[in-house]
């Protein structure tokens, strides 16, 4: 069940060294760290909001915009990147009319590029849902994602 801030915040201290745990217990309730809640964090914390953000920005886990229904991760390792992983981020936009902001404006599906996935002889690779896609080409794209239209 999703908690709230209160309660999340309840469950600790109120210090400095709280920031990074806070960030992470908001963002495994909510899928991500709604803006307008810093503010609190930062009051709990007393770490200013500006420092807050240069945290959170500094960590890829953080996200400040909520994920799409259906969560998409493109590897951009070396082995991914050398097999044309650009063009397939480029070929899933496209697709979807993702704008670069990384969500569907009907919220459907939101992506991200990451680091290696583990499955690098079988590049270039993604995962929907943690579900590994491999050897994907511009072509599978269509098949991997079916738009309702
Ligand atoms: S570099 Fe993409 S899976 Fe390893």
Known sequence: MEKGLSEIL???QGTKSDL???LQDIQSNLGYLPEEMMKDVSLFT???ESEIYGVAT???QFRFTPRGKNHIMVCTGTACHVKGADN???GIKRHLDM??????????YSMESVGCLGCCALAPCATVNDNIKSNIT???IKKIFRRRK
């Open 10 to 12: 309840s469950s600790h």
């Open 20 to 22: 990074i745990p806070i």
């Open 46 to 48: 007393r770490v200013p």
């Open 58 to 60: 500094f960590y890829s």
């Open 88 to 90: 397939i981020i480029d």
């Open 99 to 108: 704008p670069d902001e990384g969500v569907t404006p009907d919220g459907e």
């Open 138 to 140: 511009l072509k599978d």
